[in-house]
């Protein structure tokens, strides 16, 4: 059941996760070239959460650009009334696009979708994503890999993730969130100038708030697939609830050492549609 404390546990998550990578990319929101000179700018956010990123972005940029976020659900948009004018939340698929949407956006943002698509929802996903691009507009993809080295509960986190992955994949057909794999469908959607930039921000109490911040997010990670875990038996690799809970307490004791100096790891995408391209 989705109650009003687990609403704002997620919007707490959202946000800190926000804030962090802000810090990581020195405040930076748009990663493209946009020219905001020009008139009829739109923006769309796939997987807009909260909305805090657009409605930041909405501060720093021209008030006649059109800024549009979708998600699956509105359980955490903002409320209606305290919206800027230009600024609209909708429930939408990035699966589902609106037809008329063809050719409208200068920009798309979309981020940590990588557990909620399936391989073929991908292909989808990036397919509309360029559609709904105007000649010459671009895209920006952040996704994690998850890949910290940490010490020996650093590996059994690996090793829960990758079973996770494994049943994911025989169940769902999902995609694992690799950075090459991502990009190898941008390109093959019709995208040009692509672009990988490979971030690794760094995980524990060792690297000051940054650190901590960087760990608390993969804390709810953990929190988030415990259930699964036990459903399947520790996939062999933790025993039981306590068994659990030990390797937790462990990762954290690792990563706030610092010993190996864990990092985490995220690939932002960047690419075109081709200037003479139509939907």
């Known amino acids: 059941i989705y109650d009003l404390n687990t609403q704002r546990r997620d919007m707490a998550r959202l946000d ?7 810090r990581l990319f020195d405040n930076r929101y748009i990663h493209v070239p946009l020219d905001f000179d020009k008139s009829g700018i739109a923006i769309l956010e796939s997987g807009a959460g909260t909305g805090l990123w657009l409605l930041e972005l909405s501060t720093l940029i021209p008030s006649s650009t059109e800024l549009i976020g979708i998600d699956i659900v509105d359980k955490l948009f903002p409320a209606r009334e305290t919206l800027p004018s230009n600024v609209t939340f909708q ?24 557990a909620a698509l399936r391989s073929p929802e991908w292909v989808t996903a990036i397919n509309n994503m360029y559609r709904v691009l105007e000649p010459g507009g671009w895209v920006q993809l952040l996704e994690p890999t998850l890949s910290i080295n940490s010490g020996a509960a650093g590996n059994v986190f ?13 169940m769902t057909g999902m ?30 109490k060792w690297a000051g708030d940054i650190g901590i911040q960087q760990r608390d997010i993969l804390i709810q990670v953990m929190r988030g697939m415990k259930g699964l875990v036990l ?14 809970e030990r390797f937790v307490d462990e990762w954290v004791r690792e990563v706030d ?15 075109r549609k081709p200037i003479g391209e139509k939907a």
């Open 231 to 244: 459903k399947n038996e520790g996939f062999g690799v933790v025993s039981g609830e306590e068994g659990y």
């Open 257 to 271: 050492e610092g010993k190996l100096k864990p990092h985490s790891n995220f690939a932002m995408i960047c690419a």
């Open 91 to 114: 429930i939408t698929s990035i699966l589902d696009l609106p037809n008329e949407w063809a050719n409208k956006f200068t920009f798309v943002h979309q981020r940590f979708l990588g």
């Open 158 to 170: 690996k090793a829960l993730l990758q079973r996770i992955r494994q049943i994911n994949g025989n």
């Open 16 to 22: 800190n996760q926000h804030r962090m990578f802000l």
């Open 175 to 204: 995609m694992p969130t690799t950075h090459e794999a991502l990009k190898r469908l941008v390109e093959e959607a019709g995208f040009e100038d692509v672009s990988v930039t490979l971030y690794e921000p760094p995980v524990g």
